[in-house]
Structures are given as structure tokens and as C-alpha cells.
């Protein structure tokens, strides 16, 4: 390894192997990357599942003649989760909803405030998306979902760990907006 110190001033010079610390964007970079890829990774793998139970509820019902009760409740569970991972790594691939082709028309530094904006407010949403997942599945708490034995919060789960995704990733997008970059979607 060839480090090249310039006089004796401690700096280091061209070709230096001394590392900088990384920017606060490649640190979420760092985290939000591998996270929305295992949220995509798994929401394959809940339509994989969905698929294989489904199966079991008609392979039950018309070859075993006793349908299995506990297959659908399962399959409306999973159904949330995966909708609601996947509604999160869309947010963070830009994949939602937005009004791109009229931000185009606009200039620079108006479009990035709305960019900005629009950023803020989707985080604004993925907090109420938490509050009210926490709020309505600890009203339910106690209460069990019919042939599973599984408390009723578990379907309020997803909506607690896509908002808080969703925050995360919202705040991705704005510091790439501060440093003037993109955030790269999650499949690169």
C-alpha cells in the first residue's frame, strides 16, 4: 500500500489510502438498500406462499373433500404483508404516485422544493400509517383471529413496519435531495 504524505503537515496527498468517512447518505444508502431488497425478497417469497396455500385449500376441499378453515385467514394476513412491504419499497424506489410529468416542465429549484415536499409528506403519512397500526392493534390485542389462535394485532402489524419504512426511506430521499443525488433503486 503506497500512502503519500506531502511535507509535514500530516495531510495526505494524492493517491492516499486514508479513508473518508462516509456522508450521511451513504449510510442510509448502507442500510436502506439491502433492507428494501429483503422486504421485496420476502414479498416474493409471502406470494409464493399465498400461492402454495391456496393450493392446499382447493387440493382440501375437492380431492380430500374437507377443506382446511385456517387457509383463508392465513392467506388475507400474508396478503397484508406483502402489500404493505411492497407499498414501502416502492416508496423508497420512487415507485409511488407523483406528478413527475408536470415537475419536468418545471425549473430547477422549484422542482427540487417540491420534490422535497412531497418527500415530507410521504413521511408524514408512513408516521400516521404507525400510529394508527400501533393505535388499532393494541385495541385488539386480546382479541384472536378464528382458526389461526393468533392475536387480531398481527394484521396490524405490517401497517406499523411499512410506515416506519416508509419514514426511513422518506428520509432517504430528502438528504439525496440535499446533496443533489439520486437514490438508487433497490434491484441495482
Not at 47 to 66: A, D, E, K, P
Not at 82 to 88: E, I
Request: aromatic share 8%; hydrophobic share 55%; with cysteine.
Amino acid at each position: 500500500m503506497n500512502v503519500l504524505i506531502q511535507g509535514g503537515s500530516g495531510k495526505a496527498g494524492p493517491g492516499s489510502a486514508v479513508p473518508e468517512p462516509a456522508p450521511p447518505r451513504r449510510l442510509l444508502t448502507r442500510i436502506n438498500a439491502p433492507l428494501a431488497k429483503a422486504c421485496m425478497i420476502a414479498s416474493v417469497a409471502g406470494l409464493l406462499f399465498i400461492v402454495v396455500i391456496v393450493f392446499w385449500q382447493v387440493f382440501g376441499r375437492y380431492v380430500l373433500n374437507s377443506s382446511p378453515t385456517w387457509t383463508e385467514s392465513l392467506s388475507l394476513i400474508i396478503v397484508l404483508y406483502v402489500t404493505l412491504l411492497g407499498a414501502a419499497v416502492g416508496v423508497r424506489d420512487a415507485g409511488h404516485i407523483g406528478l413527475e410529468s408536470l415537475l419536468v416542465l418545471a425549473p430547477d429549484t422549484l422542482r427540487q422544493r417540491i420534490e422535497f415536499v412531497i418527500h415530507a409528506l410521504v413521511a408524514i403519512f408512513g408516521a400516521a400509517m404507525v400510529y394508527n397500526g400501533l393505535m388499532l392493534g393494541e385495541s385488539v390485542i386480546s382479541y384472536k383471529i378464528p382458526n389461526l389462535a393468533l392475536p387480531e394485532a398481527v394484521r396490524y402489524a405490517p401497517l406499523v413496519l411499512s410506515g416506519l419504512l416508509i419514514i426511513l426511506f422518506s428520509i432517504e430521499h430528502i438528504v439525496a435531495l440535499i446533496d443533489g443525488t439520486e437514490v438508487e433503486p433497490s434491484w441495482h
